[in-house]
């Protein structure tokens, strides 16, 4: 069987991306990054992959007149490479539908927030401003609605006395940094599927995500 490929899509600084390559170097996910691809030509990922002699390339919107014209040269793209995974590592663009249908079950993001509370942007500033004491991240399949699909995995921690956004965003990345290759790696072993939208763990469809806390993994 061949090994299997991972199409990494970024637009930042790559810390997530980081610690997939090394959960791929030290053989924790048994696959192969066929390509890191960046929206941003500036992204720090970029040099991170470059680094790993991992082949970048980058598709700037910026360089598209309508929407539609830069996301069908991603599309095209990402098929090109027939990748069995794509992981979104602080990817700010929105995929198109068209995309999200063909490439189902086989789409998975990070999103820093218990999902599924804070949606969208800014949510450590949220999760401050709202008083809670708890607060994390989420690996989920990817679905048409934004940061809503299937969540595989959360990782939680609590907020502490007096703490500002820059160190709690500080902390849930480090989490993001566990919780994300291991999810890469269920995936890659066939443990973790999605099926009729719903998550099949080890063959059993489960109701509940699997969490790391307190240094801690239960699984689902
Ligand atoms: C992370 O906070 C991730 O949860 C969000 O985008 C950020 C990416 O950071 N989706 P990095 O580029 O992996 O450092």
């Known amino acids: 069987m061949s090994t299997p490929s991972i199409v990494i899509l970024i637009s930042g600084s790559g810390s997530n991306l980081q610690a997939i390559i ?19 030509p500036d992204a720090l990922g970029l040099k991170k992959a470059a680094a790993a002699g991992i082949k970048t390339i980058v598709i ?11 996301d069908a040269a991603l599309s095209q793209q990402v098929a090109e490479l027939e990748p069995d995974l794509i992981v979104l590592a602080g ?18 993001n990070i999103h820093p927030s218990l999902l ?18 708890q607060h994390g991240a ?29 160190a709690l965003a500080g902390r849930v990345l ?17 443990r973790l599927r999605l099926i009729d939208n719903h ?3 080890d063959n059993k469809l489960i109701k509940e995500a699997a969490l790391w806390q307190h240094e801690t993994l239960t699984l689902p």
């Open 22 to 40: 090394d959960a791929v170097v030290e053989k924790k996910i048994r696959a192969r990054i066929s390509a890191v691809i960046s929206n941003r």
């Open 60 to 70: 700037d919107h910026t360089g598209f007149a309508e929407r539609r014209q830069f």
């Open 199 to 201: 998550i099949h763990f």
């Open 138 to 166: 989420s690996v989920h399949f990817v679905s048409n609605e934004l940061d809503s699909g299937p969540v595989v995995i959360q990782a939680k921690l609590e907020i502490l006395d007096d703490e500002d956004e820059t």
């Open 174 to 190: 480090e989490l993001e940094h566990i919780i994300y290759p291991l999810a890469i790696a269920w995936f890659i072993e066939g």
């Open 91 to 108: 990817f700010m663009r929105i995929l198109p539908a068209a995309f999200i249908d063909h490439f189902t079950g086989r789409i998975l």
């Open 116 to 133: 599924p509370e804070f949606k969208g942007l800014h949510t450590h500033r949220r999760a401050l401003e709202a008083g809670h004491d």
